[in-house]
């Protein structure tokens, strides 16, 4: 009986004690990570099968707040955007539309699950896309000599495009430039601006965004023409 013990269970006894307590220490990390934890992401909604020719009228669209349950070495891991509300908005038409946001809308990874959804409803207005243009209504300021007065402002494009949902965008009577200070300007100066419409939801055509601002100063009195 001793020779057994000493042959297999004393022989090595420390190498093999070390042996435990690592296997032990591995097994509580490994259940630690495999335990339940629960936390709640914002995630985005994603539109999906959008109608040509329509747009979303909302002026705000809110994030969804998900609760996710599972194991907590895979909570930890979660990375950006892996958890989101995908909406089909296939079939919308111009007018307001509930939409149910169950944990059926959400994508997430396979092993965690959807514990609760907030908003469970969301409600959103649609219309038509409308593009048009409008005139550009530089604006100009500054602090001129005595007797200096700016005689003429151009702007080249004088207009741009626009596009957004329709009635958005017949509220749009004009763009306007960021602020240009011409002060000390005497004669004719060019200036580079920005335009934009103050509306969120309606957008400036990327190609006619810029804008070449061209100011003459005069003297009052002054008979020079330009």
Known sequence: MMGFLKRFVFHNFS????SLLFATALWFMIARD????????RAPIVFQ???PNLEISSESIPQALIRVRGPERVIRQLGPNEVQAELDL?????QERTFDLTAQQVRHPRDISIVQVVPSQLRIAFDTR?????EVHPRVTGNFAS?????RIDADPPRITITGPRQHVEKIDAATTDPIDA?????RAVFTSNAFVADPLVQVAQNTSMIRVTVVVEKLGSSTTH
């Not at 495999?34 to 992401?41: G, I, K, Y």
């Not at 007797?147 to 005689?151: E, K, L, T, Y």
């Open 183 to 187: 002060t000390g300007t005497l004669g």
């Open 49 to 51: 099968n959008v109608p």
């Open 147 to 151: 007797g200096d007065q700016i005689v």
């Open 15 to 18: 190498l093999k004690v070390m």
């Open 90 to 94: 296939a079939g919308s038409k111009p």
């Open 34 to 41: 495999e335990r339940p934890a629960e936390v709640a992401l």
């Open 130 to 134: 409308l593009t048009r243009e409008v």
